[in-house]
């Protein structure tokens, strides 16, 4: 304990102090700042080194993964592509044909669409981390059995633990059902805010769908703009 002192200078010097380590406490805490600090807010994530290195640590944990029999017919493992400190994620339900190939998520005519949206939305595909329930094709683009997405999920899981966005936006049933565990139907959960622990989840359509149903977009356009005002009013996009 510091020694109790009535120099009035040394007295303010130890209020200021105290008072600097109550405040970089209440930021701790998720205190935003007053409107002089948010000028230069503190990162609100921790540096990308250690995110990177953590995902590059659940990459290496998955391996050469044989998990579940999604294995037997897949090209490579599509793990995910974005910025490991992205602040909005996106998750389909898994690869096809392109993505197999490529080994990137989103990358055939779905993922066309959602690099449309995107620029639409003034975001960079850079910015944004997309992954998908399972990292392996299913054959045939059908969709995942539940043993597989029982196997792949956990991974998904420690990725979202590693990038702590801001929102996730579920797309299409897949993986809306598997993220938030529901068995309520797309069409009741799209455009309403759910939460993954402490995270913001928008569901809305798979852009597949929106290929299938054109009129369709307008509500996953409404669906992002909400999405797009959540993260400016926090300052995260
Ligand atoms: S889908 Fe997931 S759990 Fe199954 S083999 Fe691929 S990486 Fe492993």
Known sequence: MKPYTEDPVQELRELTEALEDWLRFQRRLGWPGTPAARETPPPAQPPAASQVLTLKEIRAELG?????????????????????????????????EEEDLQGLPFVGAAGGLLNNLLSKLGLRREEVYIANVVKCRPPGNRNPEADETEQCLPFLRKQIEAIKPQVIVTLGRVATEALLETQTPITQLRGKWQKYGKIKVMPTFHPSYLLRFPRERQ??????????????AHEEI
Request: glycine share 12%; proline share 2%; aromatic share 8%.
């Open 64 to 96: 050469e993964c044989k998990r579940c029999k999604l294995s037997q017919g897949r090209r490579q493992i599509v793990f995910g592509d974005g910025s490991a400190r992205a602040a909005l994620m996106f998750i389909g339900e898994g690869p096809g």
């Open 219 to 232: 509500k996953t356009w409404e669906d992002m703009q909400q999405v797009m005002e959540y993260l400016a």
